[in-house]
């Protein structure tokens, strides 16, 4: 519950190697699904951002996305608070400048939100292609476990029958 521990949690796991992108690609795909729902409903910019990182459970990504509201109150534009948060390719910053010069930044915004869903999804296919070999490997041992428990009992009663203890 202290907020220090959770920050410092929450910056460990946005450090560990595989959670890390797990974490970062959910969160994203998240906030920025959110964020063009509210932006393709009408609702400024300013307040649809300010919803929207509600919605964000790590810590310190909740900051750096503080500081693209923070940027935009101040007028500057949405692609610039962005890009200075660090955590968005330059792809994805620039499909949303051109959303935002066009005028379809909701449409801009719902397709890097796919783009996060398909980076998420990649992640948790390979993850479970990964973790295959490893489960094959537990389930064998079991299974080898179980078999020696039942026969090593059975040679020692062998054994005992014909006399060599």
């Given at each position: ?12 796991l ?66 610039k ?5 660090g ?37 948790i ?30 040679w ?10």
């Open positions: 519950n202290n907020k220090e521990i959770r920050y410092s949690w929450h910056k460990a946005l450090k560990t190697y595989l959670v890390k992108n797990i974490i970062l690609f959910a969160t994203l795909s998240r906030f920025t699904l959110v964020f063009s729902e509210l932006i393709r409903a009408g609702i400024p910019i300013a307040e649809a951002l300010d919803t929207s990182i509600t919605m964000v459970d790590n810590l310190p990504l909740k900051a750096k996305l503080l500081s693209v509201r923070l940027t935009v109150e101040q007028g500057g534009t949405l692609n608070g962005l890009e200075e948060t955590l968005f390719e330059n792809m994805i910053i620039q499909m949303i400048r051109a959303g935002e010069d066009s005028g379809t930044l909701d449409t801009m915004i719902k397709k890097v939100a796919e783009y996060f869903k398909m980076r998420f999804d990649a992640i296919d390979g993850l479970s292609e990964a973790i295959e070999p490893i489960m094959l490997l537990v389930i064998a041992c079991m299974i080898i476990l179980l078999a020696l428990g039942i026969f090593l009992p059975m020692d009663m062998g054994n005992a029958v014909q006399g060599r203890s």
